[in-house]
């Protein structure tokens, strides 16, 4: 049988038993859940599931399977279905880093580091925002630095941006942040 991998991503408010009826609607369609994130923000559930799908099941098939296991339960969520998509020519090589930025609540902080990154060509491919206390906030990046950036001067470049914002910033690879964030269970 010939597949097809696809995005799902479902928005709305959050109660129990989401992921349960879009796993199980996808299971009984003949799909597989190759990778999925889910947060809630606020009250808010938001996921995406890089799906393989029979490549005979119409995306609008799926979602329309999936709007009706959560209307049967009442759920207040909006389904999209799309075609993944290839990237014109390779990513370009790189590392792994964790970029934390922290300090007073500011509307511009993501909009500026963001910039940067892009203006160096650096991928973010994870990013989680959040306050920490009244009127701090931290801010993650977790991003691919390109081999042809100077990581020091890149590092350079940020701290003394935040520094001029009132931040703070950290940037680690990822491997290191990883080893000093590992948490034992005993």
């Known amino acids: 049988m010939k597949t097809k991998d696809i995005l799902v991503s479902i928005i709305g408010l ?18 597989n859940i190759e990778q999925m994130t889910q947060t809630t923000l606020r009250d808010q559930f938001t996921a995406v599931y890089l799906v393989n799908k029979p ?3 119409e995306n609008k098939n799926i979602r329309l399977e999936i709007q009706t296991a959560y209307d049967a339960k009442k759920f207040h969520l909006t389904v999209s279905i799309r075609d993944v998509e290839t990237a014109e020519g390779k990513a370009a090589a790189g590392e792994p880093f964790i970029v934390s930025i922290w300090g007073h609540d500011r509307n511009d902080i993501i909009a500026t580091f963001a ?7 650096i991928n973010v491919e994870g990013l989680k925002a959040f306050r920490i206390e009244d009127d701090q906030s931290l801010q993650v990046f977790e991003v691919v630095i390109p081999e042809q950036v100077d990581t020091r001067s890149l590092h350079r470049i940020m701290g003394e941006r935040a520094k001029r914002m009132g931040l703070r910033l950290s940037m680690q690879h990822a491997a290191i942040f990883e080893a000093i964030h590992r948490v034992r269970v005993v």
């Open 115 to 121: 910039r940067i990154f892009a203006e160096q060509r």
């Open 55 to 57: 490549e005979d099941i």
């Open 14 to 31: 959050d109660e129990p038993g989401i992921v349960a009826a879009t796993a199980e609607t996808l299971t009984r369609l003949g799909c």
